[in-house]
């Protein structure tokens, strides 16, 4: 039976890969790859370097396919569901095309499988909707949390406190979970931060996570907003692209 690899590879420094991860990529006779276009083809060869430095003495197919864009002039959701369905018909055909019944596939996915990424509701979907069937593994990898928390030197939670997991668009939207002193936002385009710019709280920022290029800032949230949108923009601006995340916390009470 064909089998499927999901494989967390960390959120951007090379050596956050598991042996875990190696030992699944070494597994594998194909690699699945989605070139994000030329803006993002440093994020395709960072996969491909992987792929290059930890399998060894195994002969491997890379088959790299164009990753379809999610549709911005539909709501979010809907266009977060077709999104889904294009990809789903992608992963389809590359399962029943390009891997034969008993080879094992790899797809290696950024930071971790379980947040903010769609490849397991698509494996599933695939599944349940298709006539294909194959066995598959998730291989857990370093989020961009851990990597956030680990160079701000800081814990995720103060004692006995919850964190909560959210998204720029969440937080412009005025839809923060209840309760939460501490906060982590993701995938934020800048208009969540600058919809609080103004609130009464710390940041622990950072962009391009356990990359050459890894910026940090930190302190109170009304001294430094401008300073991040300011240095995100450039960043954006000189690379084509941009992943940043940071954590917002409430200052201890009294
Ligand atoms: C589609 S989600 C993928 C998250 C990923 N699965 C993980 O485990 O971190 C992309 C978002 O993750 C965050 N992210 C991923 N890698 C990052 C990095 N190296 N530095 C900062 N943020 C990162 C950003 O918030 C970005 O918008």
Redesign the pocket.
């Known amino acids: 039976m064909r089998k499927i690899l999901l494989i967390?590879i960390?959120?951007?420094?090379p050596d956050y890969i598991t042996i875990q991860a190696i030992k699944a990529l070494n597994q594998a006779d194909v690699v699945f790859l989605l070139d994000k276009g030329e803006d993002k083809r440093d994020l395709s060869d960072f996969r491909r370097s992987i792929c290059e430095r930890h399998i060894e003495n195994r002969y491997y197919r890379v088959v790299e396919v164009e990753s379809p864009k999610r549709d911005t002039s539909k709501t979010y959701l809907q266009g977060v569901h077709s999104w889904h369905r294009e990809k789903s018909d992608i992963f389809t055909s590359l399962i029943a095309n390009e891997l034969a019944e008993d080879e094992v596939g790899a797809f290696l996915?950024?930071?971790?499988?379980?947040?903010?990424?769609?490849t397991l509701r698509i494996i599933d979907r695939i599944l349940a909707d298709s006539a294909l069937s194959f066995e598959y593994q998730v291989i857990p990898?370093?989020?961009?949390?851990?990597?956030?928390a680990a160079e701000h030197k800081i814990s995720l939670n103060p004692i006995g406190e919850p964190v909560q997991i959210t998204?720029?668009r969440m937080l412009r939207e005025n839809r923060p979970v209840p309760n939460s002193d501490n906060t982590v936002?993701?995938?934020?385009d800048g208009s969540g931060l600058s919809s609080i710019a103004e609130q009464d709280a710390e940041i622990f920022w950072?962009?391009?996570?356990?990359?050459p290029d890894?910026l940090l800032i930190s302190g109170n949230l009304k001294n430094q907003a401008a300073n991040i949108l300011k240095a995100r923009a450039e960043a954006r601006a000189r690379k084509g692209w941009?992943?940043?995340?940071y954590i917002l916390r409430q200052p201890p009470k009294a």
Not at 10 to 13: Q, S, W
Not at 141 to 148: D, E, K, V
Not at 242 to 245: A, L, R
């Open positions: 967390g960390g959120a951007g420094n996915v950024w930071g971790d499988p379980s947040l903010y990424d769609s990898g370093i989020t961009s949390i851990q990597a956030l998204t720029g936002v993701m995938l934020d950072g962009a391009y996570l356990g990359t890894q941009i992943m940043d995340t």
